[in-house]
Nanobody, 124 residues
Framework: QWQLVESGGGLVQPGGSLRLSCAAS????????IGWFRQAPGKEREGVSA????????NYADSVKGRFTISRDNAKNTVYLQMNSLNPEDTALYYC?????????????????WGQGTQVTVSS
């Protein structure tokens, strides 16, 4: 059974950091594009970042470039999203998802399997 489980969310002060994890089971993450998306209350879902199969390519939303870094640990079958310099606009439910294709810009429509999400709240 395929499964994606996000973790690492929480409450952090502006300027702080969090590292989100997306742990996969039932399939090998290195063979898939893994993306991170977020959705804030009352807003549309936004693509945040993605890493291609084999980690050859990555992309980021303009709103997070220079602050967020996506990476993959194949030994743990996990993809990470390191988030630095967080601000209140980053508050959202963060999801990871998998796709058989890599696209730029990031498009949710090509992702076929999603995790349940982890909440990130940036507030003083």
């Amino acid at each position: 059974q395929w499964q994606l489980v996000e973790s690492g969310g929480g409450l952090v002060q502006p300027g702080g950091s969090l590292r989100l994890s997306c742990a996969a089971s039932g399939f090998t993450v290195d063979y898939w594009t893994i993306g991170w998306f977020r959705q804030a209350p009352g807003k549309e879902r936004e693509g945040v970042s993605a890493i291609s199969s084999g980690s050859r390519r990555t992309n980021y939303a303009d709103s997070v470039k220079g602050r967020f870094t996506i990476s993959r640990d194949n030994a743990k079958n996990t993809v990470y999203l390191q988030m630095n310099s967080l601000n209140p606009e980053d508050t959202a439910l963060y999801y990871c998802a998998r796709s058989s294709v890599y696209s730029e810009p990031l498009s949710a429509g090509v992702f076929d399997y999603w995790g349940q999400g982890t909440q990130v709240t940036v507030s003083s």
